[in-house]
């Protein structure tokens, strides 16, 4: 078995952000600038946010952090999007996921220029992503493809079972894996919470992609000899054995099923830098252009 290191691998990719960059200057541009709304203060979205304004200032992006209060009318966030949508000093904009339920998700997606939309989230970019037109594509689908890539997963010809169709990560994975790309190609299975036989199918994945918030939920039983696994899950479990009294736990219970695979991404260390890594090239590409 052998771990796909998203920490690892997220450093490369930042390490070449930052070469970029430094062409950009040198060229006499301007940085690349990354800006993210965040609605409240769910302690997770705090984390991966503050992740995610750390990173720029490791690539030597700019970036602007607006924080709104939890009970923002829906109308005064679209306006902040639309402020940053017109600003020219602005290269991408994230709102941080989940909002509050008063908030409509899909009108503050639609809101976002597809030119900034660095977090591939917009119809626009989801259907170029289909159509394989140039686009950003979706930041954790795109973190998965890359990690595939940097390891020569072979994907071709492979059965790829993706369990969970979320719109940010399980239906996109779904389709990037199928597209006729490099990492791509696959025979794909998408599953959900109304799949009848999930066990049997999952079993039948030569290439595992696990996305549905459920800590542990895929067991060895479900794993077939030599797969490669992904596990995308990342939830906050209680823990006495930690300062913040919590620790993170993926979709899969790694410690049986690690034997049984040729490659797995650890939770943390997996797909979340990736995540991330994949958000700044995108804000990277948008600044390029
Ligand atoms: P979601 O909650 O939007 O969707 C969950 C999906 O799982 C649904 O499509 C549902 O049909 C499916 N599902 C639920 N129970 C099921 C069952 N018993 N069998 C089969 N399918 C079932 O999920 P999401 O936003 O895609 O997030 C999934 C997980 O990935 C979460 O833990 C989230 O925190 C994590 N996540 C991680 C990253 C990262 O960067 N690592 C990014 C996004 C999400």
Not at 117 to 135: Q, S
Not at 147 to 154: T, V
Not at 170 to 179: D, K, V
């Amino acid at each position: 078995m052998q771990l796909l290191d998203g920490k690892l691998t997220s450093e490369t990719l930042k390490d070449e952000i930052a070469v970029e960059v430094q062409k950009i200057i040198a060229n006499g541009g301007k940085k690349p600038h990354l800006a993210a709304i965040l609605v409240g203060n769910d302690g997770a979205s705090e984390t991966y946010v503050n992740a995610k304004v750390k990173a720029c200032k490791k690539v030597g992006f700019d970036s602007t952090l607006v924080r709104l209060d939890a009970d923002v009318s829906e109308e005064e966030l679209l306006n902040e999007v639309r402020k940053i949508n017109e600003d020219p000093e602005i290269d991408g904009l994230i709102v941080q996921l989940p909002l509050p339920k008063h908030i409509s998700e899909i009108k503050v997606t639609e809101t976002i220029v597809p030119e900034k939309d660095v977090d591939g989230f917009h119809p626009v970019n989801l259907g170029r992503m289909t159509l394989n037109l140039p686009t950003f594509l979706p930041a954790t689908p795109a973190g998965i493809l890359e990690l595939l890539d940097r390891y020569d997963i072979e994907t071709s010809g492979k059965h790829c079972v993706v369990i969970g169709r979320s719109h940010i990560v399980g239906s996109p994975m779904s389709i990037l894996m199928a597209r006729n790309t490099k990492v791509g190609n696959c025979t794909v299975t998408l599953t959900h919470s109304r799949t009848t036989n999930l066990e049997e199918i999952s079993r039948s994945a030569d290439i595992l992609i696990v996305a549905l918030g459920k800590p542990e939920f895929v067991t060895a039983d479900m794993v077939k000899e030599g797969a490669v696994i992904v596990d995308v899950g990342i939830t906050r479990v209680k823990s006495d054995k930690t300062k913040s009294g919590w620790k993170l736990k993926g979709d899969v219970a790694f410690d049986e099923v690690a034997p049984k695979c040729s490659f797995i991404t650890p939770v943390p260390g997996g797909v979340g830098p990736m995540t991330i890594a994949s958000l700044l090239k995108n804000t990277l590409i948008s600044a390029q252009k």
